[in-house]
Nanobody, 124 residues
Framework: QAQLIELGGGLVQAGRSLTLSCVPS????????MGWFRQAPGKERQFVAA????????YVTGSVKDRFTIYRDSASNTGTLTMNSLKPEDTGVYYC?????????????????WGQGTQVTVSS
């Protein structure tokens, strides 16, 4: 089964921007939706954003919707999460996942085929 690969994490100062990418190990991306999640140290994985791969309709969770943007380029099979005005509380491991059935983007369950994650660290 194809896996997903997250790229683009790193150490940034608060207030800066970072763009994460997610690509399938074996293109093309076959999911109905791609979702981004993050996991802070000692906490559960948290939903961040999702995008319908066919329509590009997107949804970003309320706590970051003014700073984060999700996008997909179907030609290159790449999903991206652009994070602006980063805060120390955005620190964590960011994962992308694929959902293989149609559902509301606000429904945060059903994602499988996770990547290994990419570390984002925001310093104050």
């Amino acid at each position: 089964q194809a896996q997903l690969i997250e790229l683009g994490g790193g150490l940034v100062q608060a207030g800066r921007s970072l763009t994460l990418s997610c690509v399938p190990s074996t293109p093309p991306f076959m999911g109905e939706a791609m979702g981004w999640f993050r996991q802070a140290p000692g906490k559960e994985r948290q939903f961040v954003a999702a995008i319908n791969w066919r329509t590009s309709k997107s949804y970003v969770t309320g706590s970051v919707k003014d700073r984060f943007t999700i996008y997909r380029d179907s030609a290159s099979n790449t999903g991206t999460l652009t994070m602006n005005s980063l805060k120390p509380e955005d620190t964590g491991v960011y994962y992308c996942g694929a959902r293989f059935y149609s559902a509301s983007l606000q429904f945060t369950e059903g994602y499988t085929t996770w990547g290994q994650g990419t570390q984002v660290t925001v310093s104050s």
